[in-house]
């Protein structure tokens, strides 16, 4: 930092950083489990860095939120209990709720700070907050997770910090296991799965423990986000044994949906194949986001 510019440098990505000029820090201070710092960025709007990380913009999050959430969600025919784990700025519960099949949508955040300065400086992620159908548990997920009866959800999306300080465990084979107890017979999981030009070593073994614990499918799908490390993140979908799902063929147009929250605009960054009258209109960011560089096949083994 020299004032003007904010690098983010990590041993996740070592020999690189990339940074984004300051015009105001807005908040900065130590909860119980992080650094949590919110500053006013020349270009990107503001930004949420946890431990040094930055977690979202305001000019880019949909990215990020609409993938993590409608890539599972639209995979399956009508969900009704979703649980989101992390995600305490409400992005992706704001995408959640734009599913009217939903009835529950919990979430378990580790951090009452992060919800609390969500609220304050990033409304437009917080409001996800607001829908009725949304039941907040602030406490570990690691604990959490343990005690949801099983069947509970049919989607369980994994929106957590990288793997070190409080997100440490959430990559391991022990949690994936209590998440997939957690699903229905059939049900699906999308966790975060970090940059497939970063790590594929990280990437590898979360697909090496999904591929133990879930007798379903394994996919990994990815998308652009301008300001994750080297621009772009993944997703590890997975799903329980049961009726079998097609990740890549969407069954849940999300463009069919109609968004609970009433001020909510349209998808920014999904969408999915529709078809109206005789005309196809193919508009598939969903189908694309499985395509994978051939590199990407190579290293990460058995995709
Ligand atoms: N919505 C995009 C931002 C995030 S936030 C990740 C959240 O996970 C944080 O609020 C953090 O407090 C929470 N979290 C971390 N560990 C736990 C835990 N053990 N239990 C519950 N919540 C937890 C994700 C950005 C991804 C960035 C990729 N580089």
């Known amino acids: 930092k020299d004032g003007k510019t904010m690098y983010f440098n990590n041993p996740m990505w070592p020999g ?21 710092l919110v500053f006013e960025s020349a270009t990107y709007g503001k930004v949420l860095v946890l431990d040094g990380i930055l977690q979202l913009t305001e000019r880019d999050e949909f990215a990020y939120q609409e993938m993590i959430a409608h890539l599972p969600l639209c995979s399956i025919k009508s969900p009704k209990n979703v649980l989101v784990v992390g995600g305490g700025d409400g992005g992706v519960l704001r995408d959640v709720a734009r599913h009217s099949s939903v009835e529950l949508i919990d979430i378990c955040e580790i951090d009452q700070m992060v919800i609390d300065v969500s609220k304050k400086f990033f409304p437009d992620l917080a409001v996800g907050f607001e829908d009725p159908r949304v039941c907040l548990h602030v406490e570990d997920a690691l604990e959490f997770i343990r005690h949801v009866p099983k069947g509970k959800y049919d989607a369980i999306i994994v929106d957590s910090s990288d793997p070190v300080g409080p997100a440490q465990d959430l990559v391991e084979k022990p949690f994936f296991e209590m998440i997939s107890n957690a699903l229905r017979p059939g049900g699906v999981l999308c966790n975060m799965a970090e940059s497939m030009w970063l790590h594929t070593h990280l990437i590898n073994d979360m697909i090496s423990a999904c591929r133990e614990v879930f007798k379903g499918s394994v996919h990994y799908a990815w998308a652009n986000v301008p300001t994750y490390p080297s621009g772009v993140i993944g997703f590890i979908l997975c799903s329980t044994e049961g009726p079998p799902v097609d990740f890549r063929n969407p069954v849940n147009p999300i463009e069919k949906l109609e968004g609970a929250l009433e001020h909510q605009s349209e998808p920014r960054f999904y969408n999915s194949q529709i078809f109206t009258y005789l005309i196809f209109l193919f508009k598939q960011i969903h189908k694309a986001a499985f395509a994978l560089p051939s590199f990407v096949r190579k290293q990460v083994s058995s995709l």
Do not use: D, G, T, Y
């Open 16 to 36: 690189e950083a990339h940074s984004l000029e300051v015009k105001k820090i807005l908040f900065k201070e130590r909860s119980k489990f992080q650094e949590v």
